[in-house]
């Protein structure tokens, strides 16, 4: 009924240098949102750390944007 798939599993060093520097650069930003997120911060509805944890989404998705543009030709023809 159901098809299996043989799937290898990932082999680490099949992977690119710039593939493993993206994906460290989103989980440290991942981490850092979430521990910012659970900080004490008062008395804050859930409605407010709701919106204050899509604030710092927003903040991090600005700041992956960034280290995209460092990828562009103009900008890699200046460093």
């Known amino acids: 009924m159901f098809e299996?798939?043989?799937e290898q599993p990932?082999?680490?060093s099949m992977i690119k240098n710039r593939d493993w520097v993206r994906t460290l650069e989103q989980l440290l930003l991942l981490i850092?949102?979430?521990g910012r997120w659970m900080l004490p911060k008062g008395k804050l509805t859930h409605d407010q750390l709701s919106q204050l944890l899509?604030?710092?989404?927003g903040t991090a998705a600005d700041i992956v944007e960034f280290f995209?543009?460092?990828n562009e030709?103009?900008?890699l023809q200046r460093l």
Request: aromatic residues 10%; without cysteine.
């Open 4 to 6: 299996t798939r043989d």
């Open 10 to 12: 990932i082999d680490p």
């Open 32 to 34: 850092l949102i979430l």
């Open 54 to 57: 899509l604030v710092y989404i």
């Open 68 to 70: 995209e543009a460092f």
């Open 73 to 75: 030709d103009k900008v």
